[in-house]
């Protein structure tokens, strides 16, 4: 298991070989469900670059020299790290150019263009890539067709139909794979997050290989949800009236403000779509498998208009109906 990360084994072999060879690109975009350990890569990947005892072709860290303590500690100067800040649903023009007052004086772009302090370039990892709008990719596209030397960015977001034109285009993809289920489950139990194996079994098998959903799952809220959920999505007609007033119960549960009732809704469409995929797997040549591949079509728009702060009550009411359409 490379540097304590579970499932990525192969992807450290892969960056082992591309350093070994001198080719390491500038910028990579890491893409893969949530919760399975894109960030710590990442950050693991910074880690072996900077270490002073490391050789590039064996991607190890000693976790003794000054860069490695300056890592654990979390403030090795040529580290950079810009994800969505609390209460914001993107990322921010001012954390890659400065605010108003101190433009391209501040924010990432400049510091990612100034000369390593200790190691031999700087990183700069972009936690989020899924928020960009296209202010803010405009003012990291300079950055990223002339990159600064020694310099490495790395961008993580879910999936490549995610990002905009400008950021897919200019950067290596790099594709994690889902956690296995027996992992998952592991990690709930070691983390005391789940006391219970069969459930820590359950949830995993749900969630698809993230550590993140498999975590949510296990809330006792939603597990009822899911249950409820799942009776009515299976009958053969679906009471989309029924469903859309579960779905308003369990999103007005997390809360009077906005943002944590619209988490809770792209709980449910994950969900949701999770439950037509697994169908779909069990079953690809069924007569209905158009249907379910239309119903998730169906959750990934809701998802869209949520990400982008449509009338929460209008978006249950309407994907319920599509749903019991289809």
């Known amino acids: 298991m490379w540097m304590n990360i579970e499932g990525h084994d192969q992807l450290a072999q892969r960056f082992a070989h591309v350093l070994g060879e001198g080719r390491l690109a500038s910028t990579y975009l890491f893409v893969g469900p949530g919760g399975i350990g894109k960030r710590l890569f990442a950050r693991r990947l910074a880690e072996c670059l900077f270490c002073s005892q490391s050789i590039d072709s064996d991607l190890t860290a000693c976790g003794q020299c000054e860069s490695c303590r300056l890592m654990a500690a979390g403030n090795h100067p040529d580290f950079l790290e810009v994800g969505l800040l609390k209460d914001k649903r993107s990322l921010l023009l001012e954390q890659f150019i400065g605010d108003k007052a101190h433009r391209h004086q501040e924010g990432l772009c400049h510091d990612i263009s100034l000369r390593p302090y200790l190691a031999s370039r700087r990183v700069a990892v972009i936690d989020n890539a899924d928020t960009f709008n296209t202010e803010t990719a405009n003012a990291l596209l300079k950055t990223l067709e002339e990159p600064p030397p020694h310099s490495l960015l790395i961008l993580i977001g879910t999936s490549e139909s995610k990002q905009l034109p400008t950021i897919r285009s ?4 790099v594709r994690f794979a889902p956690l296995q289920p027996e992992v998952v489950a592991r990690l709930l139990l070691e983390t005391g997050e789940v006391d219970n194996p069969q459930v820590a079994t359950t949830v995993s098998e749900l969630a698809e290989g993230s550590l993140d959903q498999a975590r949510a799952m296990a809330d006792e809220q939603l597990w009822q949800l899911h249950t ?42 994950g969900l949701v779509a999770r439950h037509y995929r697994r169908q779909l797997r069990h079953d690809p040549n069924s007569p209905v498998a158009p249907y379910w591949i239309a119903k998730i079509d169906r959750c990934l728009d809701a998802e869209m208009h949520v990400v982008r702060n449509v009338h929460l009550q209008t978006v249950i009411q309407a994907w319920a109906d599509d749903l019991a359409r289809a």
């Open 228 to 269: 409820t959920a799942v009776e009515l999505l299976d009958r053969r007609v679906l009471d989309s009236v029924r469903l859309a007033e579960v779905v308003h119960e369990y999103s007005n549960a997390a809360g009077k403000d906005a943002e944590p009732r619209r988490q809770a809704m792209l709980r449910v469409l």
């Open 170 to 173: 200019r950067s290596q993809i």
